[in-house]
């Protein structure tokens, strides 16, 4: 991962710095929206079924 400035220390350096710059953070970021969506898909399948028995019980 490399800085977005050419310098040997951080005198001079002012304003938000960014980590990411140049790196594969698109690809992180897809992957993390993807298993959010996996968790979101299994969640709502486990309360499904935990309803429907507690459902058949009452």
């Known amino acids: 991962?490399?800085?977005p400035f050419d310098a040997t220390s951080w005198d001079g350096i002012?304003?938000?710095i960014y980590?990411?710059?140049g790196s594969v953070e698109g690809l992180w970021l897809a992957l993390v929206l993807a298993m959010v969506?996996?968790?979101?898909?299994?969640?709502?399948?486990h309360?499904?079924?935990a309803y429907d028995a507690?459902?058949?019980k009452g």
Do not use: D
């Not at 969506?37 to 399948?45: K, T």
């Open 1 to 3: 991962m490399e800085a």
């Open 14 to 16: 002012s304003g938000a």
């Open 19 to 21: 980590a990411g710059y």
């Open 37 to 45: 969506v996996v968790a979101v898909i299994l969640g709502w399948r």
């Open 47 to 49: 309360e499904k079924h």
């Open 54 to 56: 507690a459902k058949e």
